[in-house]
């Protein structure tokens, strides 16, 4: 088709030559970003927290955030992981629509993970869990959990690993409302946060998804906490609701570890989507870790990896 010779034409200018994704790099690359989540924080995580020392005025919640910290430059600089509960690996998917695909793309997130059970070190608990029968194993059904999206123009996919133990699933809510107001949406959001209390292992990042069905209002507030810390809301009325809701949750008095103090939250973050005459509301949790990493595998076949 035109587009598609105009597009290699292109590439072929800028010296670039494109090539099929492969099973092979989607299996390896699955398997290392699972690896890379359990042993660092990510960078703006460890920012947040720091600030967050400089203006905590609770001497033991200040000294909890220390020895976050601590624990945090431990776990970079010798590779071990920043916490025994390393949950179950979970990928974000974003596939490029100028990208082609080669080989069980799907399976070669499955095989990385079965490949890192068996190499890595220490060895990991086995957090997977068959919720029909509570047993436990590093096999399971729709095991790693996936969710895809699809990114127009691009030439790569984008991985996001984000493993989810029990401070970063167990204390998740959704609410189905008619019309609510957003006074009735903020007071569901904080209630889900008191009701959270410390159970999370905070301070926390906080993921909101308002609108939509409720598989999108789930997923967005996952992806919500995906969001570097620090960043802006483009949408002024939700920036104002973060903020809001950040200085809200600081006031529960929870504290880092539940310790009490000014910090219980490091930063809320919403999204919203239209949707019909319901309105659902989602509220999704990170723990203190904010466990993520993130890598792209491009048309070249060159991989970078982003955090």
Not at 53 to 77: C, G, W
């Amino acid at each position: 088709m035109p587009g598609g010779r105009q597009l290699a034409a292109d590439k072929r200018v800028e010296g670039r030559r494109a090539v099929p994704i492969t099973y092979e790099q989607i299996k390896d690359l699955s398997g290392q970003l699972y690896d890379w989540a359990l042993r660092k924080v990510p960078d703006d995580t460890v920012e947040a927290l720091r600030l967050a020392q400089a203006r905590e005025t609770k001497p033991v919640a200040a000294q909890t955030l220390q020895v976050q910290l601590r624990s945090a430059q431990m776990a970079s600089d010798e590779k071990r992981y920043v916490c025994s509960d390393s949950g179950v690996p979970t990928f974000d998917v974003s596939v490029g629509t100028n990208v082609s695909l080669n080989g069980n793309i799907k399976r070669a997130f499955a095989d990385g993970f079965d490949e890192l059970i068996a190499r890595i070190k220490p060895p990991l608990l086995q957090h997977v869990t068959n919720p029909l029968t509570n047993a436990r194993g590093y096999r399971g059904k729709d095991m790693p959990l996936l969710t895809w999206d699809i990114l127009d123009g691009a030439d790569y996919i984008e991985i996001v690993c984000q493993p989810k133990a029990l401070g970063s699933g167990r204390w998740g809510e959704l609410k189905i409302f008619g019309s609510p107001t957003i006074e009735e949406i903020e007071e569901f959001i904080l209630d889900v946060i008191i009701r959270a209390g410390s159970q999370h292992c905070p301070p926390v990042m906080i993921g909101v998804g308002i609108g939509g069905d409720m598989d999108t209002a789930a997923k967005m507030a996952k992806r919500s906490t995906l969001r570097k810390i620090g960043s802006v809301n483009s949408e002024p009325a939700l920036a104002a609701m973060e903020e809001r809701l950040l200085q809200a949750a600081n006031q529960t008095g929870f504290g880092p570890m539940g310790t009490g103090g000014d910090t219980t939250a490091l930063a809320v973050h919403i999204d919203y989507s239209a949707g019909h005459g319901f309105t659902p509301v989602a509220v999704s949790f990170n723990c203190w870790i904010n466990r993520r990493s993130r890598a792209r595998i491009y048309d070249d076949g060159r991989i970078e990896r982003m955090e």
